[in-house]
């Protein structure tokens, strides 16, 4: 009796040092497609909205109205309006920084959809299968388009449905052409039909939608080309004129902090917000 319990004893003795020397290595479970694409996108995220939240407190507030009665009254109004215009611009940055993340991201998607409807409608009368041809759109160089079927062919590889992993492409990715598309492919799997054909119809009709807006943004960007020409070239040349001559009878009109204001700041940033409204108004599918 008395052996078998120091025989129990000395055998989990043993197992308890050798658990110690050598633990076991666990093996990490393999994450989903998404959850990583969510811990990217969950860091940037959480870094702006700490960003925004410092910005909006009111101690930072309080800070930042001090540092600027503290500028304003040891140093020139030059500077106090840089200091202005410095966060004024951070500010905005932070705030509009998802929607400039996303035009970046998916500025090409637009142009490579109608061609790579057409692949798909190609690669559908051969016979091939749906998921076969998403797969040939990811190898094919599409740019954010092949990313993003990729992504989907990888959502279905771990379990989700096909429905669903397609509508999820959707909510990403803000594109009217893509959406159609990808009703008309979800509605296809769910009641039947020649997908080919409906997809290269698809293909025609955002090419001829694209056609329509790329002429009425040309137009629109007539009259913006003599505004932009007026305001960088004209406008500084003119105003500088006009300065020389009010210096030579007047004396000095203007400082030379408030000329590089003028100049060096004001001037060049009328400049950059006409080069982003002319980019906003490009067409967009």
Request: aromatic share 8%.
């Amino acid at each position: 009796m008395l052996e078998n319990i120091f025989i129990t004893i000395g055998d989990a003795t043993l197992t308890i040092i050798n658990l110690i020397k050598n633990p076991p290595i666990k093996s990490k479970p393999k994450e989903k497609p998404n959850a990583t694409y969510k811990k990217q996108t969950t860091k940037t995220e959480i870094l702006r909205k700490q960003l925004l939240t410092y910005m909006s407190n009111r101690k930072t507030i309080y800070l930042l109205i001090i540092g600027l009665t503290i500028l304003i009254l040891t140093t020139s109004p030059e500077i106090s309006g840089i200091y202005i215009v410095t966060i004024i611009m951070t500010y905005i940055f932070l705030k509009h920084y998802p929607q400039i993340k996303e035009q970046r991201e998916y500025s090409d998607l637009n142009h490579e959809l109608p061609y790579a409807l057409r692949h798909m409608s190609i690669e559908l009368k051969s016979g091939k299968g749906l998921h076969d041809t998403l797969l040939t759109i990811r190898n094919a160089n599409y740019g954010s388009l092949s990313k993003e079927f990729n992504r989907v062919l990888e959502e279905i590889k771990f379990g989700e449905t096909t429905e669903k992993a397609l509508i999820e492409m959707t909510h990403r990715v803000k594109s009217e052409g893509l959406t159609r598309s990808i009703h008309q492919i979800i509605g296809t799997l769910r009641v039947g039909g020649n997908l080919a054909n409906s997809l290269e119809i698809i293909a025609k009709d955002i090419s001829f939608d694209m056609q329509i807006k790329l002429k009425e943004f040309s137009q629109k960007l007539n009259s913006f080309i003599l505004i932009y020409t007026f305001i960088a070239i004209l406008a500084p040349v003119i105003s500088l004129i006009m300065l020389m001559a009010g210096s030579t009878v007047m004396g000095d009109v203007v400082s030379s902090g408030l000329m590089f204001m003028i100049y060096g700041i004001f001037f060049p940033l009328i400049v950059v917000f006409m080069g982003v409204l002319i980019k906003r108004f490009e067409p967009k599918i």
